[in-house]
């Protein structure tokens, strides 16, 4: 995707207004949910301001440079070994930013999942967000802004992308979903339409049916919550909790006779909960994705063993 997202109209015309009023700040955080098109927004956004013509025009000598990967004042930072953007990154990126712009306008740096600088790259980059340089804009994407320090977020200005709806859900029927699916995995990807484009290409309907089978032999006691725990930790563990927040959801419609996508086994899992019930172990998992998002140290197996203890 090399356009700004239709469904990310709001935050796009925000950037062209600060653009216009000369008003970019030397850094934006720029936060938002996995998969809800910060890197597309911010490519798209990069190529207007490298562009000659300000606009994008993909004609210029600036936009071809920029969309064969070759443009030398458009730098991108993005983790590498175990996960981590490391000091060596961002010292090559400081060096090259202290030479004088090679297009003689804008240089736009990407610092793609912005939370995994190590605290040595992000000391690093500190320095360089202090003092940029004339006509540098820094973009740090992340949908983790707690994992960054303080000190590194309050040299930002801040740019929390929220998905506009209608727009989300057009753009996925284009891509060949009917209007059913297209709500489904918009909701299954916590409005991220990028995300809900690559679950509904992948086994997630197959992990949906294998997780309320999973339920189903728990509250009937013909699976442990030890066993049931250890089947769920092949998965990552916020997206096992993810997918156990939108069954209870789900079995929460049920229950109050909405409508439901693909609720063949959910009629009978239902009639094991009551509506108080479900919705104590919605709250649970909800408790456990803000403690993985605040990174504290847990132990999965017993987070998944306390979390089939609540449904039992």
């Not at 175990?82 to 990407?110: C, P």
């Not at 092949?234 to 959801?249: A, G, H, R, S, W």
Request: proline share 3%; with cysteine; charged share 20%.
């Amino acid at each position: 995707m090399t356009d700004a997202p239709p469904w990310l109209t709001q935050a796009w015309q925000n950037l062209l207004k600060r653009q216009t009023q000369h008003a970019l700040p030397h850094a934006l955080l720029i936060t938002g949910n996995k998969g809800i098109g910060k890197l597309s927004l911010a490519r798209a956004f990069s190529k207007r301001l490298l562009c000659k013509m300000k606009k994008a025009c993909g004609h210029c000598h600036a936009c071809t440079l920029f969309d064969c990967g070759h443009h030398a004042d458009f730098f991108y930072v993005a983790p590498q070994e175990h996960g981590q953007i490391k000091i060596d990154q961002i010292r090559q990126l400081t060096e090259a930013l202290s030479q004088t712009a090679q297009q003689g306008g804008y240089r736009v740096v990407i610092i793609q999942e912005a939370h995994t600088l190590n605290t040595a790259a992000g000391n690093a980059l500190l320095k360089t967000l202090e003092e940029p340089g004339a006509q540098t804009l820094l973009m740090l994407l992340t949908d983790s802004a707690a994992w960054l320090s303080a000190t590194l977020r309050s040299r930002c200005q801040l740019l929390t992308l929220r998905t506009e709806k209608i727009a989300a859900l057009a753009w996925l029927m284009e891509q060949g979903l009917s209007q059913e699916r297209a709500q489904y995995f918009f909701e299954a990807s916590e409005a991220a339409p990028l995300l809900a484009l690559t679950l509904s290409q992948s086994d997630y309907l197959l992990e949906r049916e294998a997780m309320i089978n999973t339920l189903s032999q728990v509250v009937k006691g013909e699976l442990s919550v030890v066993a049931a725990a250890s089947v769920c930790l092949e998965k990552p563990l916020d997206d096992t909790l993810n997918l156990f927040q939108l069954i209870v959801m789900d079995l929460i419609r049920v229950k109050t006779d909405l409508p439901v996508f693909e609720n063949k086994s959910l009629p009978l899992l239902s009639e094991h909960f009551s509506l108080a019930h479900l919705f104590s172990c919605y709250d649970k998992a909800c408790l456990f994705r803000q403690h993985i998002k605040s990174h504290l140290n847990l132990n999965a197996t017993l987070l998944l063993e306390n979390l089939f203890l609540a449904v039992s």
